[in-house]
C-alpha cells in the first residue's frame, strides 16, 4: 500500500466517529480538524503542493471511502442480527434508495437501527416505506434518541393500538358542560421532557401537533389501557371522565415498531397513582 492510500485510509478510519471531538479544543483547532478531515483545508494550510482540482479529488475520495464504509457497516450488522428466517428479495427501487441514504449515516447507533430495517424489509417487503427513510435520515441521533425516550412514556388507550402519549385526564361535573372541569395534567419535564421536545417531534411528522380528546368513558363499561406489558381494566369513579393526548403520527408508528422501547418504572409508578384518582382498576394478565 502507498504512503498516500494508507494516510488516506487512516483518514477515513478517524472520521469514523464523526464530529466526536474533544470538548476542551479551542474553537480555532476544532475547524482546522473538521477541515484536515475532510480535505477542505487548503485554504487555512496553504497547500501549495496541490492544485485545487487534486484537492477537490481527494474530497471525493475520502467521502466515498466512508460512504462505503458506512454501508459496509451497516450490511454486517444486518447480516448479525438475521437467524436464517425465511426471506424475500425487497423491492429493487426501495433497495437501491436504502443504499442511497445509509451511505450517509455515520453514528454507530444509527448504523444499527438501519441495519434492522433493512432485514425487517426483507422478512417482511413493503413494510418500511420511503417516506419513513426519509424522515429517519433527517433526523440527528440526539433527535432519535429523544423520540426514544418519548416511546418509554407512551401507552396505547381503548382497543386503538396506535400509541399516544398522555397529557392530562379530564373530569367533568357536568357531561353537558365543558366549562365546568376537573383536569390532571401529566408534567412530563420531571423526566427530561419539556414542551419544546414535543415541537421538535412533531416538526419532525413524528407526532400529530394536535392534542387529541377521547370521547368521554362510559360509567358501566370497561375500558383498556395498556402502558407497555402492564394491561389495566378502567372503571370510571364517576361520569365524565376522559383521556387528552398527542398520538403518533403513522410514520411515528413505523418506526416505533422497528425502535422497540422498555419500560419507564418511574413513570409506570405516577401513571398508576394518577389512574387511582379517577377509577377502579383491575390489572390483566
Request: charged share 25%.
Amino acid at each position: 500500500m502507498s504512503d498516500k492510500a494508507e494516510s488516506l485510509n487512516k483518514s477515513i478510519e478517524s472520521s469514523r466517529g464523526l464530529g466526536v471531538l474533544n470538548p476542551l479544543t479551542s474553537s480555532k483547532n476544532n475547524i482546522k480538524r473538521i477541515a484536515e478531515r475532510y480535505s477542505i483545508d487548503g485554504e487555512i494550510n496553504n497547500t501549495q503542493e496541490t492544485t485545487l482540482e487534486k484537492r477537490l479529488d481527494l474530497r471525493i475520495k475520502k467521502k466515498q471511502l466512508l460512504e462505503q464504509a458506512n454501508l459496509e457497516q451497516i450490511i454486517k450488522q444486518a447480516y448479525e442480527q438475521c437467524n436464517d428466517e425465511t426471506s424475500r428479495d425487497p423491492d429493487p427501487d426501495w433497495l437501491v434508495r436504502f443504499i442511497e441514504m445509509a451511505q450517509q449515516i455515520h453514528n454507530p447507533s444509527m448504523q444499527k437501527l438501519w441495519a434492522k430495517i433493512l432485514k425487517q424489509e426483507i422478512l417482511q417487503p413493503g413494510s418500511v416505506s420511503l417516506r419513513t427513510l426519509k424522515i429517519l435520515l433527517s433526523m440527528t441521533h440526539r433527535e432519535a434518541a429523544l423520540f426514544q425516550k418519548v416511546l418509554t412514556l407512551t401507552c396505547c388507550i381503548g382497543n386503538d393500538k396506535n400509541k399516544k402519549l398522555l397529557t392530562s385526564i379530564k373530569q367533568r361535573t357536568n357531561s353537558f358542560s365543558f366549562h365546568r372541569s376537573h383536569q390532571t395534567h401529566i408534567d412530563y419535564n420531571q423526566y427530561h421532557l419539556p414542551y419544546s421536545s414535543i415541537l421538535i417531534l412533531t416538526e419532525l411528522g413524528l407526532l400529530l401537533s394536535t392534542e387529541l380528546e377521547t370521547n368521554l368513558i362510559s360509567y358501566t363499561d370497561k375500558f383498556n389501557l395498556n402502558y407497555h406489558k402492564e394491561s389495566y381494566s378502567l372503571s370510571p369513579i364517576k361520569k365524565g371522565t376522559s383521556f387528552t393526548y398527542y398520538r403518533l403520527s403513522p410514520i411515528g408508528q413505523e418506526l416505533a415498531q422497528l425502535i422497540g422501547s422498555q419500560t419507564h418504572y418511574e413513570y409506570k409508578e405516577q401513571l398508576n397513582e394518577l389512574l387511582l384518582k379517577y377509577f377502579t382498576i383491575a390489572h390483566q394478565d
